[in-house]
């Protein structure tokens, strides 16, 4: 291929990269990370992200060059001369998607595997859903009950969560980790909230009539005035 050629794939693959990157960060499509979970979530979202602009850019780098350098004139009904393939080639691009892949999956194994592991003295609360609401347990406080889920900043907490009636689905967006909620399974989720705040808790499982407002709150505080919460009597 001649250097001019390959001077214009390059500047046209620059582009396409440069468009979908625009594309991936303006909107800001993922929400603020309220914990650690999230924030390695996020990086395993952008680094897949940033592969799949790399591949992107090539393929439309390539794509957009033959239509513009080998397009056949409207009359020209004629096939093309038959080629070989190119051995070199062949091996790049199935090497190359192997290798990306299993980055992807190394990098995604540890992220599951430090996410789902507990800290030292973990918080453990009994979420239980129902149409349509959820509500809260802490066993190591008298089993106190809540309608707002309240957790101290920096400590590893565990949702132990249970359904009432159908199947439901644990969501906070700024912790970017979902979890069903079937009848009879008792599944946990571990969190790490290192931001005080105030964050939706919503069902992303259609589960009837009510499932649009089956809404709550989480309330991130500060361990001083979460212990002295929990150790008031009541709940809310």
């Known amino acids: 291929m001649r250097r001019g050629s390959i001077v214009q794939l390059i500047v046209i693959g620059v582009l396409a990269g440069a468009i979908a990157s625009a594309f991936a960060l303006i909107p800001g499509w993922l929400p603020e990370p309220a914990s650690r979970e999230a924030g390695r979530i996020h990086f395993v979202f952008w680094f897949v992200t940033g592969i799949c602009i790399f591949v992107f850019s090539i393929v439309a780098a390539v794509t957009a060059f033959a239509v513009w350098k080998f397009r056949a004139p409207p009359d020209d009904d004629s096939d093309g001369p038959p080629i070989h393939g190119n051995t070199t080639l062949e091996i790049a691009w199935t090497a190359v998607p192997t290798l990306l892949v299993t980055a992807i999956a190394v990098v995604s194994a540890i992220v ?35 309608d707002v889920l309240r957790l101290p900043v920096n400590r590893s907490i565990v949702l132990r969560m249970t359904s009432k009636d159908v199947i439901h689905s644990f969501w906070v967006p700024e912790f970017s980790q979902k979890q069903d909620v079937v009848p009879g399974i008792h599944p946990t989720l571990h969190i790490t909230p290192d931001k005080v705040g105030t964050y939706p808790v919503i069902c992303t499982e259609l589960c009837g009539l009510g499932h649009a407002l089956m809404r709550s709150r989480v309330i991130v505080m500060q361990p001083a005035a979460f212990q002295k919460w929990a150790n008031q009597k009541g709940g809310a």
């Open 112 to 146: 599951l595997a430090k996410d789902d592991a507990q800290g030292a003295n973990p918080l453990r609360i009994e979420v239980t859903a129902q149409q349509f609401f959820w509500s809260y347990s802490y066993p190591g406080f008298g089993n106190k009950q809540s």
